[in-house]
């Protein structure tokens, strides 16, 4: 059971990336995703995320607009396309997948994907 990302990089700012979140041994589309992010001296907050059934999304105020997540059940990958990045946005991005069934959670999270917005 894995998830990893990949996408990131160094970018400069006004420019676009996107993230992927590559599920290995489970199947992805029967969990809620999330993305979350880090920056150096500051909590992890939420980013923005995609529920299992429906594909309802909802995303930080400071993201709204500019982010956009979605899933390609086929590919078993849920994507966060960037735009219009800022310094600010800098940041290592995790994914973490979640499922309660029978009041067990299932909870898996990746390595982490390095954010970089420079001139």
């Known amino acids: 059971v894995q998830l990893v990302e990949s996408g990131g990089g160094l970018v400069q700012p006004g420019g676009s990336l996107r993230l992927s979140c590559a599920a290995s041994g489970f199947t992805l589309s029967s969990y809620a995703v999330s993305w979350y992010r880090q920056a150096p001296g500051k909590e992890r907050e939420l980013v923005a995320a995609i529920s299992s059934v429906g594909g309802s999304t909802n995303y930080a105020d400071s993201m709204k607009g500019r982010f956009t997540i979605s899933r390609d059940n086929a590919k078993n990958t849920v994507y966060l396309q960037m735009n219009s990045l800022k310094p600010e946005d800098t940041a290592v991005y995790y994914c973490?997948?979640?499922?309660?069934?029978?009041?067990?959670?299932?909870?898996?999270w990746g390595q982490g994907t390095q954010v970089t917005v420079s001139s």
């Open positions: 973490n997948a979640r499922k309660i069934i029978a009041g067990y959670k299932y909870d898996y």
